[in-house]
């Protein structure tokens, strides 16, 4: 079994090394782990602060994830209504198997454009599928214009969090990247992040006022209407959105709400639970082709189907991004994104990514956690995220023959279905005491003394003592 | 009344003294405890690692054994959370609606030892005396799972002589997470390693929390160190006297 | 297969296999929930919008035309765009502002005209030079005052630009006039108390389309506390049917350096509020 009921599985970038070996070395970056600590420690303050600002907080979180299940629940029937809506106004839509065939109509679209260059506006459904490689293996350039994505693209790094994908980095570091890669960047570029606002400012008007095709995702698709809605900070969005004459948007077939009103609900529970503010900056909304632009949709499956089909693991697709479970989480924050080897970090991640690409594809992010649910509690879509890598802990197990541990695991569990045979074995964790000062536990003893059994379990000494 | 107690296999098989002082806890407060005998483990190992189907022989041994008893009590967040929370779950998922109901009987019976105390004994002073400097971290289960809230620090400021002083970053995660401390045990260790400092930085001569296994790691850590900072369960805090 | 059927047959294949399939639960919307929070707090609008660091100015109905040439006057706008559809009245006072400013130049420069001439020339000759001179830059000032408010002045002191060239040919013209205006001036739709929002209708003659609001970089609203509602569910209700959409709360801002906030990147960065209070 690799994806629910053998639904094709995604593609794209999803995979990498094997999250303990991957986490041991940026573990030791002590660079990466200051930076990580200093912004997700800022972050969670802000988020706390504006969530706990809400009496009705619990309910719009019950709300949008009702909403959210409501649009799994009638996936199809939303997906038509919504292509519908936007055909009927004008929008071309497009409908992708996986990223391959995504990435094939985006490149033939921005082929038949003559473009050499498009903009880019920050969208994880494009880093996923591989959008910018496809574009740069027909010849042309996609520019990041994103603050965050900038950074990571001109220090030809990957993202590693899902709304700061640069988050990794740190002023000096970012000043040093302005100013080994930006065409005709001050050299006294100093570390000021106003100063690295301004230079990435100065750097993408040029691109905003000439480049003619944009590339974009969306937050939300409004069945209904087929709006389409951004929600950005720096304006960047609004450029992409607005100036060139062709916009297409890179569109996951789980980012649908159904109603107009639903929005109410969301545009409350994103911007407070993702950068801590009441509300963004900017969030734009066009419903067609606007001011005379030609508009595509492409909505992308890659996996997104094989994750519904899983009734346990359907939840996740819930997620609006917003990344709260990732500045909550006590191993992203030590970590980091890149460890987890997928477009999609942190817990969110840990759970999405194995089921876009098959369990046997990510057999490790499942046991990414300990389990602490913090992520669970922030999520601003209830994902019961704890429970599902658990479940998803079980598909990885059930996927592979016997191992020592799973034969271990049966050998215990056998003796723990039954008191007597229990109570022999804890007895025999007397015979443990020798051997526990001096055999290690594999990776418990790097750092920690085991605890010396008793001469007495607590049951020998209930019997004997009453 | 009658309470039944779910000592948790680690208590018994490693930490008996935790069950001890539950024990004599309980008693001192003027209530009858009992430990039914066909009791072992939650099998939350089993379920979490990846393993519920084996785990479910584990619940239905769980099941039988408290089937007679008014209320449980168990000295662990953790424990209790499983019962609570998962093994109805597990049996639902494994096609026994049965043994899902009696789950979920044995559910609302369960209680961990500080909602006991504090929600249906309603006491919070338990008349203990403890001339210590002690930290308390809430453990990720009772904290997020059962949501114990602040009911272990309420028992804890009743006690006499006790100087109780707050852990830095309280609520974050210790790293144990049972079997990710060796799957993940460079990442474990990391969260250990703050974990400690956060215990140390309070000057704190006891570190307390309501689930043995976060405080067997914990105090692991903080023994290999040689720090002296001695991990104490809740309920041996509460059972001393003068 | 195309691939539209394939996914759609997917989809209904997923949900076939889970249990939930068809009926979800009905949303439960116990939240806050538009109409249900009466109108807007102008202190809190105002407050909220202050927290972004954005301009605010809160005044009476007569009082905008001043508050806005004053605004204009402290951002040393000297090329505004405006949104066609604004009332006059609310620019009326910086073109005004901008008129006597530009007859006294002018007046300023014929005069220094006049005397070189006086210099030079004979004194009957002067002062008929200088006569002149003078009655031009008369006529000049009026000349200014008579054009200001009104769209496409070549004059470059207190230009104001309200006639936005539309439609994909246009786009170039568009872009050359906002990259030379220094300032913009819109109404809204609809604004957000709590969250110290503004929401524009790009449909709207008085908002304009959005590229208008978003090249300058200075932004300068006129909000009436009629528009000022609640909380987001109101906002929401109120844009039912508006197709075209862009919802700012403050200037340009990006998190993306150490997840803080610095203020400006793309956007306008620095935005400026006046709120008309009700008068009746
Ligand atoms: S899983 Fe929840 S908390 Fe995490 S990014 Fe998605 S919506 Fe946000």
Known sequence: MTTFLGMPAGGGNLTGEPFPQAAREALGNAQLRRNLAKATGTIRAKRANVVGELPDWAQLRAAGAAIKDDVLANLDEYLLRFEEALTSRGTHVHWARDAEEANRIVTDLVRATGTREVIKVKSMATVEIGLNEALADIGVHAVETDLAELIVQLGKDKSSHILVPAIHRNRSEIRDIFRREMPGVDPGLTDDPRALAEAARRHLRHKFMTVDVAISGANFGVAETGSLVVVESEGNGRMCLTLPRTLISVVGIEKLVPRWQDLEVFLQLLPRSSTGERMNPYTSVWTGPTEGQTSHVVLVDNGRTATLADPDGRAALRCIRCSACLNSCPVYERTGGHAYGSTYPGPIGAVLSPQLTGVDRNPTLPFASSLCGVCYDVCPVAIDIPSMLVHLRERVVSAKRATPESTAMRALAWAMSDARRWRRLVRLGKFGRLASRHVPLPGWSTARDLPQPPKETFRDWWESSR | ?242 | MSARDEVLARVRRAKVSGSGSGAAAPVPREYRAAGTRGPGDLELFAERLRDYRAEVRVVDADEVPTAVAAALRERGARHIVTAPGIPPEWTAGWAAEQARAASAAERAAAEQVAAAAAEQAAPQVGEQVAAAAHEQAARGAERAAARSGTAELSDPIGRIESRVPLGGDAREALREMLEAADAVVTGCHVAVAETGTIVLDHDAADQGPRALTLVPDYHLVVVRAGQVVAGVPDAVAALAGVRTQTWISGPSATSDIELERVEGVHGPRTLEVVIVRDTQ
Not at chain 2, 85 to 105: F, I, M, T
């Open chain 2, 1 to 242: 009344m009658r309470v039944a107690l779910f000592v948790t296999c680690l208590v018994d098989g490693l930490f008996p003294d935790v069950g001890k002082a539950t024990v004599r806890l309980l008693e001192r407060l003027g209530h009858e405890v009992v430990v039914p005998p066909a009791q072992t483990c939650c099998g939350q190992m089993h379920i979490n690692t990846g393993y519920p189907g084996q785990a479910l022989p584990v619940i239905r041994n769980h099941v039988e054994a408290f089937e007679h008893a008014d209320v449980i009590v168990a000295p662990s967040g953790s424990c209790a959370g499983s019962v609570r929370h998962q093994h109805a779950d597990v049996a639902r998922k494994h096609g026994d609606a049965k043994l899902a109901e009696a789950a979920a009987d044995t559910a609302k019976r369960t209680y961990e030892l500080s909602e006991f105390l504090v929600d249906v004994l309603g006491v919070t002073d338990v008349g203990a005396y403890f001339p210590h400097r002690v930290t308390y971290h809430p453990t990720c289960h009772s904290l997020r799972v059962l949501k114990v809230g602040d009911r272990p620090l309420r028992l804890l400021r009743a006690v006499e002589g006790i100087d109780l002083v707050e852990l830095p970053a309280a609520d974050t995660c210790c790293g144990f997470g049972g079997t990710f401390a060796l799957k993940n045990s460079d990442t474990s260790t990391a969260m250990l390693g703050d974990k400690m400092s956060a215990v140390l930085s309070t000057k704190a001569g006891v570190l307390t929390a309501g689930d043995s296994s976060c405080l067997m790691h914990i105090g692991g850590g903080l023994s290999r160190l040689r720090s002296g900072v001695r991990p104490l369960h809740l309920a041996q805090i509460l059972e001393h006297t003068r």
